[in-house]
């Protein structure tokens, strides 16, 4: 599980009251049976501040704490935003009221073959209809310019942009682009 800057942990030292505290100027720190939180619970922690990253992850696993346990559960990151996608930011899957096994299996392979399209109508939508202010970025040259800013701040996944783009056009009864596969 990653954690938050913000979560109460004690490792038996006095100057560390929360996860930001134990991440502070570590590249690679372990903390096995550190309490985490107010009941105490004990886990271990492991960071590790990759370079080119302004933060350092803080993992709490259930194994020892090492180097490599801490870049696997990393990996498994990558799965986290399509896990979001399937629930609650987009279709609702934790919503289904399926109780068979293979009605759900069906369902995830449709949410699957829905979750493709949304991204590729996104992707195409960000490449044919750059909003105005991702036109102003691209023409910018100075990456500490304000513009960037804004535009992280405001920018979608493929995803969402192509949920929002198929959504609009069916409440308009427009046609939907098509479903092609790309491979």
């Known amino acids: 599980m990653r954690l938050k800057g913000t979560h109460a942990v004690d490792v038996g030292r006095a100057d560390i009251t929360c996860t930001a505290d134990l991440a502070k100027g570590a590249e690679l720190y372990f903390a ?23 933060e350092a992850w803080t993992i709490a696993m259930d194994c020892p704490p090492t180097a490599a346990a801490i870049r696997d559960d990393g990996l498994r990151w990558g799965i986290e935003p399509m896990f979001s996608d399937f629930k609650t930011r987009g279709f609702g899957l934790e919503d289904t009221q399926l109780r068979y096994a293979d009605r759900v299996d069906h369902l995830v392979l449709i949410l699957s073959l829905a979750m493709h399209w949304c991204t590729d109508t996104g992707r195409r939508d960000a490449l044919e209809s750059p909003p105005p202010l991702e036109q102003k970025a691209a023409e910018q040259t100075d990456p500490d310019h304000w513009i960037f800013r804004k535009l992280a701040r405001s920018c979608l996944s493929w995803f969402q942009r192509g949920l929002r783009k198929l959504l609009r056009l069916a409440e308009l009864g427009h046609p939907l682009p098509g479903f092609v596969p790309s491979g």
């Open 32 to 54: 096995p049976g550190a309490r985490l939180f107010q009941s105490g619970i004990k886990n271990n922690i492991g960071i590790w501040h990759e370079a080119g990253h302004e």
